[in-house]
């Protein structure tokens, strides 16, 4: 099987969570739903970065580091 890998500050990849799918570290949370999240956030105003962090118990710096994983991936 294959082993845990950390791609970038903050990211994890672990076979055995979300299909090895990219997830704030530790968590169960994949990068790519925080980054569209705070995209959301962003255009609509309608959802505050506190909210998202109370909703998916993050931390300002941990939803920072998805958005930065994220925007690097599509660079």
């Given at each position: 099987m294959a082993a845990i890998w950390r791609p970038a500050a903050g990211v994890w990849v672990n076979p055995a969570v979300q299909a090895g799918a990219p997830c704030i570290d530790g968590t169960r949370v994949p990068t790519r739903l925080v980054a569209s999240l705070a995209r959301t956030a962003e255009d609509e105003e309608s959802k505050h970065l506190a909210d998202m962090c109370d909703d998916?118990?993050?931390?300002?710096?941990?939803?920072?580091?998805?958005?930065?994983?994220e925007l690097l991936l599509a660079a």
């Open positions: 998916y118990r993050l931390t300002p710096k941990q939803v920072q580091q998805a958005v930065d994983y």
